[in-house]
């Protein structure tokens, strides 16, 4: 019995085990079962012309299986090469079979297409409604005349997920710049004060009293941003009850938690200028160092009011499907 971990290879080069993420853990699944159907199919026997289809198939696979097997670095992460290209593959291999599927076996192939379709393509996508009408008036069994309309019915489904996929990638790519550059800022804010604290505002601390110190100093600043990204991190941790989780190979619910920490802090660091500046009205200078750690923590929650829009539209990006496709494109 192979050891705990380890890949089992087949004659195919399938795989159970093989691939860290989990993405690439469904990806090889599916790799086998499409190649299941192929050597099925092969078994029973092919035309010529099939024959070159099946080759098709074959080369779409092995590129998928090589996809699943890249270990790329962060820019390959980021950029998502390794998983459009290995789900790119597995779309075109899944077109293919339709195309080889026998007729004996091509009645319950319909209902397949159609669900894909109506997940991922407008209701009122033309191939979508000829495909249900057609299957409608044939019992709901795909016939022979109707393989090429569900193949190109397929084929749009397809091209409009890898388009939904792309888009969560981009959204994901632009949360994780965002956590990077506020985080960056953040920590800039405290090296900044450590290296120069006279070129601090004075309206970091209360009359001559700072959280550390009489005089504001760089632990000043970190004081007050650690307040607002504890209390960020806090008000984070009850905020994902409202956040969707997501079955995409990309982490846009994480990165929209991680989003909230460093967005905390420098909310608490500005927040403290800007009521010791007086600039918020009916709120007066800060008196004490308790008052202003205490304040920070309440502006490291309120960062929730910005950060749950953004939550919003992380949630409208995973939750968009074919409602908003094109009827024109595929």
């Given amino acids: 019995m192979p050891g705990a971990g380890r890949a089992v290879e087949d004659e195919d080069a399938d795989v159970a085990g093989r691939g860290r993420a989990a993405w690439a853990q469904r990806a090889g699944a599916a790799i086998a079962e499409l190649q299941s159907q192929l050597n099925r199919i092969e078994c029973v026997g092919l035309s010529a012309p099939d024959a070159a289809i099946a080759e098709k198939t074959r080369t779409h696979l092995r590129a998928a299986r090589e996809a699943v097997d890249e270990r790329g670095g962060p ?13 790119a593959n597995i779309h075109r291999a899944e077109v293919h079979l339709l195309r080889l599927t026998p007729e004996s076996d091509l009645a319950w192939r319909g209902a397949v297409v159609l669900a894909r379709a109506r ?10 409604r000829l495909l249900e009408g057609r299957l409608a008036g044939s019992g709901d069994r795909l016939e022979p005349p109707l393989r090429d309309l569900a193949v190109t019915t397929l084929l749009a489904a397809h091209a409009a997920q890898e ?18 550059l506020t985080g960056l800022i953040a920590i800039l804010m405290v090296v900044w004060a450590y290296a120069n604290p006279s070129a601090l505002p004075p309206h970091l601390c209360a009359a001559e009293t700072c959280p550390t110190a009489s005089r504001p100093g760089g632990g000043d600043v970190a004081v007050v941003e650690a307040a607002g990204l504890s209390a ?14 997501t079955s995409m190979p990309y982490s846009v619910p994480m990165m929209l938690i991680l989003l909230r920490l460093p967005v905390g802090a420098l909310a608490a660091l500005l927040g403290i200028f800007l009521v010791n500046a007086q ?22 929650i309120l960062q929730e009011s910005v950060t749950r829009m953004v939550d919003r539209q992380g949630n409208a990006v995973l939750a968009r499907r074919g409602a908003e496709r094109s009827t024109g494109r595929g």
Avoid at 75 to 87: I, V
Avoid at 164 to 176: D, G, K, Q, V
Avoid at 279 to 300: C, E, H, K, Y
Wanted: hydrophobic content about 50%.
């Fill in 75 to 87: 820019w390959a992460r980021l950029t998502g090469a390794a998983t459009d290209r290995a789900f």
């Fill in 279 to 300: 600039f918020i009205p009916g709120l007066t200078r800060l008196d004490s160092g308790s008052q202003i750690v205490g304040w920070a923590v309440a502006f490291g």
């Fill in 232 to 245: 960020a991190a806090l008000a984070g941790a009850v905020s994902i009850r409202s956040i969707q989780g």
């Fill in 119 to 128: 997940r991922h393509l407008a209701a009122s996508d033309p191939r979508l």
């Fill in 163 to 180: 388009e939904e996929t792309a888009r969560i990638r981009s959204f994901r790519n632009i949360l994780a710049a965002a956590v990077a």
